[in-house]
């Protein structure tokens, strides 16, 4: 059955309305007119969730506004509001500025070809003070919706309006006090919202904007506008990437991972993305949203938190991974969300991985019927037996009897190099032929020129899946996040890890491998995996 609507198609405005994830069986899992469907007029992220729909996995409805908007930003307006958002609301159930029953979206970009993190995300987009209530006798959970409402502000001053998001930052840790900000309830995190009102109108020169369809103009535009941002042009440089195919943008109907109880956020990799082994590699953070894990700003937990909290949904997403791998026929980045109990896909995509991993995992596949011997050779041909081997300490190499730190390992190997706390030492230091460790609080993607310089990044805080940790394993650089005993001191150079205190210009050695920090210089040795080796000489020979 197709769903009808008060204005003619556009075009390039795309809808995803998922039975699976709506309970309502008279939506078609898609409903376009116009230019058809594909990576290159969707985006590869809102193409592989209309996939994903199709397969019957929950994903919830999906408005896209095509790549074509990328190069006439303005042009899109007119059909979101006239027939887009009409669509979405008819497909939810719920109302855009509605004062009983709100619609609040998340606003994604979605190139054809995927960029880890490059672009900009906004969530829960059309809380203000009148839906708020709305919101609240939906849920019935006051922490939620003034949770979800501190959040938008402070993104939306930093991506909509450029302020700082240190200006958002300090005001939550001068509340919190050391505390984990999920344990801040209602009435603490209404009190928050409020400073963030007023810093926002401080800072802004204006107050943040309580028309909702303002705030969704305002986002679309901005998400659009991040295609050309300083890090998506450097990432588009380093890997090739043509700037005129532009990106597409997701408005998602959201789900509430910050609902307490049985709910969370994840990100996860159908195969582990540094070795290729076969088993779901996952982060989690019980009672928060998606950002709070990709940022690379918050710690994260393993599939073990999942499974203890919600364990059907824990079963459910590790049959719904393995559709996943079925779907694409190759290992997958994937983000989810959990809300009181029940699991939502966000987006699934090819994962970036190490070339040891690339190996197995294309061998694997091809064994497992999933791809043939033509694809498994093709994502194979360009990997030499050199780079199917894994950094190790030398065993007699002298190494400390006691690490100096322990952080989880996003990516594999081991490396030297001396300390840099800014990229503009990293980029002078590499410049003048130094190995150098980016040492830095948070793991983010505004780095990533100076990542792409150093031979390492150890951070403070961060997930092993976070969009930053995403990018150093694809450059193939060591990288450990999530460091809880490091302290940085950038106004005299210095770190602590633990009691030792350093100083850039000093050496560190990371253990990818164990995920443990050393100080000084030591020596490595290069261990093929002669296994992988074996097995992909006998593909290529046709055995």
């Given at each position: 059955?197709?769903?009808?609507?008060?204005?003619?198609?556009?075009?390039?405005?795309?809808?995803?309305?998922?039975?699976?994830?709506?309970?309502?069986?008279?939506?078609?899992?898609?409903?376009?007119?116009?230019?058809?469907?594909?990576?290159?007029?969707?985006?590869?992220?809102?193409?592989?969730?209309?996939?994903?729909?199709?397969?019957?996995?929950?994903?919830?409805?999906?408005?896209?506004?095509?790549?074509?908007?990328?190069?006439?930003?303005?042009?899109?307006?007119?059909?979101?509001?006239?027939?887009?958002?009409?669509?979405?609301?008819?497909?939810?159930?719920?109302?855009?500025?509605?004062?009983?029953?709100?619609?609040?979206?998340?606003?994604?970009?979605?190139?054809?070809?995927?960029?880890?993190?490059?672009?900009?995300?906004?969530?829960?987009?059309?809380?203000?003070?009148?839906?708020?209530p709305g919101l609240l006798r939906q849920?019935?959970?006051?922490?939620?919706?003034?949770?979800?409402?501190?959040?938008?502000?402070?993104?939306?001053?930093?991506?909509?309006?450029?302020?700082p998001a240190s200006l958002f930052e300090?005001?939550?840790?001068?509340?919190?006090?050391?505390?984990?900000?999920?344990?801040?309830?209602?009435?603490?995190?209404?009190?928050?919202?409020?400073?963030?009102?007023?810093?926002?109108?401080?800072?802004?020169?204006?107050?943040?904007?309580?028309?909702?369809?303002?705030?969704?103009?305002?986002?679309?535009?901005?998400?659009?506008?991040?295609?050309?941002?300083?890090?998506?042009?450097?990432?588009?440089?380093?890997?090739?990437?043509?700037?005129?195919?532009?990106?597409?943008?997701?408005?998602?109907?959201?789900?509430?991972?910050?609902?307490?109880?049985?709910?969370?956020?994840?990100?996860?990799?159908?195969?582990?993305?540094?070795?290729?082994?076969?088993?779901?590699?996952?982060?989690?953070?019980?009672?928060?949203?998606?950002?709070?894990?990709?940022?690379?700003?918050?710690?994260?937990?393993?599939?073990?938190?999942?499974?203890?909290?919600?364990?059907?949904?824990?079963?459910?997403?590790?049959?719904?991974?393995?559709?996943?791998?079925?779907?694409?026929?190759?290992?997958?980045?994937?983000?989810?969300?959990?809300?009181?109990?029940?699991?939502?896909?966000?987006?699934?995509?090819?994962?970036?991985?190490?070339?040891?991993?690339?190996?197995?995992?294309?061998?694997?596949?091809?064994?497992?019927?999933?791809?043939?011997?033509?694809?498994?050779?093709?994502?194979?041909?360009?990997?030499?037996?050199?780079?199917?081997?894994?950094?190790?300490?030398?065993?007699?190499?002298?190494?400390?009897?006691?690490?100096?730190?322990?952080?989880?390992?996003?990516?594999?190997?081991?490396?030297?190099?001396?300390?840099?706390?800014?990229?503009?030492?990293?980029?002078?230091?590499?410049?003048?032929?130094?190995?150098?460790?980016?040492?830095?609080?948070?793991?983010?993607?505004?780095?990533?020129?100076?990542?792409?310089?150093?031979?390492?990044?150890?951070?403070?805080?961060?997930?092993?899946?976070?969009?930053?940790?995403?990018?150093?394993?694809?450059?193939?650089?060591?990288?450990?996040?999530?460091?809880?005993?490091?302290?940085?001191?950038?106004?005299?150079?210095?770190?602590?890890?633990?009691?030792?205190?350093?100083?850039?210009?000093?050496?560190?050695?990371?253990?990818?491998?164990?995920?443990?920090?050393?100080?000084?210089?030591?020596?490595?040795?290069?261990?093929?995996?002669?296994?992988?080796?074996?097995?992909?000489?006998?593909?290529?020979?046709?055995?």
């Open positions: 059955m197709t769903t009808h609507h008060p204005f003619p198609w556009p075009d390039h405005l795309y809808l995803i309305a998922n039975p699976a994830a709506t309970g309502k069986a008279d939506h078609t899992p898609f409903v376009r007119n116009g230019v058809a469907p594909s990576r290159d007029t969707m985006g590869s992220k809102a193409f592989n969730l209309l996939r994903m729909a199709q397969a019957g996995l929950p994903v919830p409805s999906a408005l896209v506004l095509g790549t074509h908007y990328a190069h006439h930003r303005k042009q899109c307006i007119r059909p979101l509001f006239d027939t887009g958002i009409p669509a979405l609301e008819q497909t939810s159930g719920y109302l855009f500025g509605d004062t009983r029953k709100p619609l609040i979206v998340s606003v994604r970009s979605g190139a054809p070809i995927s960029m880890p993190g490059m672009m900009e995300t906004l969530l829960n987009i059309g809380l203000c003070d009148a839906t708020l849920t019935g959970n006051p922490r939620l919706v003034w949770d979800a409402y501190r959040r938008l502000v402070a993104s939306f001053g930093e991506v909509v309006e450029g302020l300090n005001a939550l840790q001068d509340l919190t006090q050391g505390r984990d900000e999920r344990l801040l309830d209602f009435s603490e995190l209404r009190q928050l919202t409020r400073t963030f009102l007023a810093l926002y109108a401080e800072h802004a020169g204006h107050p943040f904007p309580q028309d909702v369809r303002q705030q969704l103009a305002r986002a679309v535009l901005a998400v659009f506008s991040s295609w050309d941002s300083n890090k998506a042009r450097e990432y588009r440089k380093l890997n090739g990437i043509d700037s005129a195919m532009g990106t597409a943008v997701t408005i998602q109907r959201m789900v509430f991972g910050n609902a307490g109880g049985r709910s969370g956020a994840g990100v996860g990799f159908t195969r582990n993305p540094s070795n290729g082994e076969p088993a779901l590699w996952i982060d989690f953070l019980a009672n928060a949203q998606g950002e709070d894990v990709v940022s690379g700003r918050r710690n994260a937990h393993g599939h073990e938190a999942m499974a203890d909290l919600a364990p059907e949904a824990w079963e459910e997403l590790s049959e719904a991974t393995r559709t996943l791998e079925q779907v694409f026929g190759d290992m997958q980045d994937f983000e989810f969300t959990v809300e009181d109990s029940q699991l939502y896909l966000l987006q699934a995509r090819s994962g970036k991985r190490t070339p040891l991993a690339a190996a197995r995992i294309a061998l694997d596949l091809h064994e497992e019927g999933l791809i043939d011997r033509a694809t498994a050779l093709q994502r194979t041909e360009a990997l030499q037996d050199a780079e199917l081997s894994t950094a190790h300490l030398a065993s007699d190499s002298g190494a400390p009897a006691r690490p100096v730190g322990q952080a989880a390992s996003a990516c594999s190997g081991v490396c030297s190099g001396e300390i840099a706390l800014d990229p503009q030492r990293a980029a002078k230091r590499a410049a003048k032929g130094k190995d150098v460790i980016l040492v830095r609080n948070d793991a983010e993607t505004n780095d990533i020129a100076a990542l792409e310089q150093s031979v390492g990044l150890l951070t403070r805080n961060g997930a092993r899946t976070s969009h930053a940790a995403v990018v150093a394993r694809q450059l193939g650089k060591v990288c450990l996040v999530g460091c809880e005993t490091l302290r940085i001191d950038s106004s005299d150079g210095s770190i602590q890890l633990g009691e030792l205190t350093l100083r850039e210009g000093d050496t560190l050695t990371l253990d990818g491998n164990q995920g443990l920090v050393y100080q000084g210089y030591i020596a490595t040795v290069r261990e093929p995996d002669q296994q992988v080796i074996e097995r992909l000489g006998q593909l290529r020979k046709g055995k």
